[in-house]
């Protein structure tokens, strides 16, 4: 008896609108209508203007500035449950709080394993999502997790480049099996920025471990927030004697005066996906679209494909 698939429909949060946007049509779908209906005290509430009854619903918000972005998520999750969904997926292209992913000090929230289990309560059978801070947030959930890898977005650029002297580097220690990863599909030396910090978001000292004198040196990241360590590190990597140095980080947080920050420094470039998206444009942050990849995703997850076969670039 041949597989039977049920329909699928898609739906943006307020926070993914533009991605869903892209995510549509790549599917080759119109998003679904739901309406967010928002109260003075900053309250809201979703609908969905369509019946869902018996459908696969994907519900696509990335999570960033949690309050809000997190909060509408869970109440669509609600929504499509009490409306009779056959099976919630949550497209969570940028997980929020996934750096609160365990005690790192006495006495702390582990926000990343809330998140979850919030998530896990709302009636999402499933959640999709890309270049988590710690792999092992997977472990967090007792449902299926599609975790996509960035990097087939970003080699394929990096190779257009033709940079004759590539090195991969890492801007922190916690980074470096990252960046060990992307030097495989390069062949590619891996040096690394030891940095040591005095409170969060503030670096005390930075110093590099290997050789970049003439290298063009790619620093790879999950997520650029206010682009302090990017920064500091790209200056140290001139310094000790590189020929050019870019950044490619997934997920472009980018708060406070991360942008007038990139713009000042010494990187060539800034690498980043549309997981979160822009506050505004610059002429150093290069936006590449993950809306294929997620669609093709959504496709196989649907039609009971593999998601493995994704991942090769």
């Known amino acids: 008896m041949p597989l039977q698939f049920n329909q699928v429909k898609l739906f943006s949060g307020t926070g993914s609108r533009e991605l869903s946007l892209k995510i549509a049509e790549s599917y080759g779908k119109p998003l ?10 900053g309250e809201f509430q979703p ?27 869970l109440l669509m999750v609600d ?31 582990i926000g990343a394993k809330l998140v979850a289990n919030l998530l896990k309560s709302a009636g999402i059978h499933r959640i999709m999502t890309m270049d ?10 007792d449902i299926p997790v599609d975790h996509l890898d960035g990097s087939v977005i970003f080699v394929p650029y990096i190779k257009s480049l033709g940079l004759k002297n590539l090195t991969i580097a890492s801007p922190d220690m916690g980074g470096s099996y990252r960046a060990r ?3 495989k599909f390069f062949n590619a030396e891996v040096i690394i920025c030891d940095k040591r910090r005095k409170r969060a978001n503030e670096i005390e000292s930075m110093s590099i471990i290997g050789d970049v004198t003439g290298q063009d040196v790619v620093l790879i990241d999950d997520i650029c927030d206010t682009a302090g360590t990017l920064s500091k590190a790209a200056a140290l990597i001139m310094e000790n004697g590189a020929a050019s140095v870019r950044a490619v980080c997934t997920h472009a947080v980018l ?17 980043v996906t549309d997981t979160i ?7 150093k942050i290069r936006q590449l679209s993950t809306a294929s ?13 593999s998601i493995s076969d994704l991942f090769k670039v």
């Open 32 to 41: 679904g209508e739901v309406t967010i209906h928002k109260f003075s005290d």
């Open 47 to 73: 609908s969905f203007d369509e019946s869902i009854r018996g459908c696969d619903v994907f519900l696509i918000q990335s999570t960033y500035q949690p309050s809000d972005n997190l909060m509408e998520l």
């Open 79 to 109: 929504a499509a449950k009490r409306a009779s969904a056959h099976y919630i997926t949550a497209v969570v292209p940028y997980y929020g709080l996934a750096r609160q992913d365990r005690k790192d000090k006495p006495r702390v929230a």
């Open 132 to 141: 988590l801070h710690a792999a092992q947030i997977q472990g967090f959930f």
């Open 181 to 183: 990863t992307f030097a």
């Open 255 to 271: 708060s406070g005066k991360a942008i007038e920050t990139v713009e000042n420094s010494v990187l060539t470039e800034l690498i």
């Open 277 to 283: 998206p822009l506050k505004m444009q610059s002429s």
């Open 293 to 305: 990849l997620f669609a093709r995703a959504i496709a196989n997850v649907n039609e009971h494909g």
